[in-house]
């Protein structure tokens, strides 16, 4: 396995592994330190089937099942099917809109997550260029570059994240065919309250955790001081020199730690250019800092 730091902002390629073989211990931990370190890494040249996949992002944690319950790989519900191609009959063959706009997974839900695991198989193209590209932001630096009165303003309090907030900014976009949430839907992703600093449980050191998609305010301030606040660090954070934008080609298996990124799919393709993507979702359900030592 050989790991090269990307030339610019968050990432790295992890070259010469095989994600389809079983993934020893040490080799485990090389790939939990460098998710810490890196925040995205992309392995490329790989060709998983949803299993493999599931097997391969379920060593790092527990896989949830996502809360629209759909559109997963037939007999794992963990792996889901990213896509806006449509069979003969017409019916989506995947979720089309996921992650359209600056988020962080599961922020919204009381157990977050530790990272993504998505794998590319086809990737839409235009003059030869792929299209599509996730973007993440770094924040490990965004949090480091922070004004230390803001740092001291902020430390030990909690942002309110929910789960509809992103759902309905989705569910506005031209031509989501997103229903407003069920109410049972709404009681199974409740707010909750989150830190808006945390400690990394690989690196120990502190992330923002905070996104423009689910954090709708800061506890215990003013309303107009939590929206100011929250401007503040939604514009603080979206700053160019921690960006890395993913270029996708097919085969791709891409993770990112979801605790200190945040990351948005951009949708500059169109229903005639093809994408399809498995995605999993990786619970933060160990004890990482003991793996990673
Ligand atoms: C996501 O936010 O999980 C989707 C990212 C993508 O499709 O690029």
Redesign the pocket.
Known sequence: MRIIANNSGPGARVEEFDLRQPLEAPDFRTLLRALGNFGVLCFPRQDLDAAKLAAFAGRFGTLEVNVANMFHAEGLPEIMH?SNMRDAAGTPLGLSD??QGWHT?MSYSHDIALA?V?HAKLVPMRDGQPL?D?QFLDMHAAYEDLPDEVKQRLEGRVAVHDFEKFWDVMRLRPGSSRGPLTEAQKARKPPVQQPIFRVHPVTGRRVLYCNPGYAIRIAGLEPAESDAMLAFLFRHQMQAKFLHSHHWTPGDVLMWDNIATI?N?VADYGPDEPRF?L?AQVMASLDYGALAA
Do not use: Y
């Open positions: 990213l996921a992650g997974d993504n998505l599509g996730t990351h799919a993507i995605r």
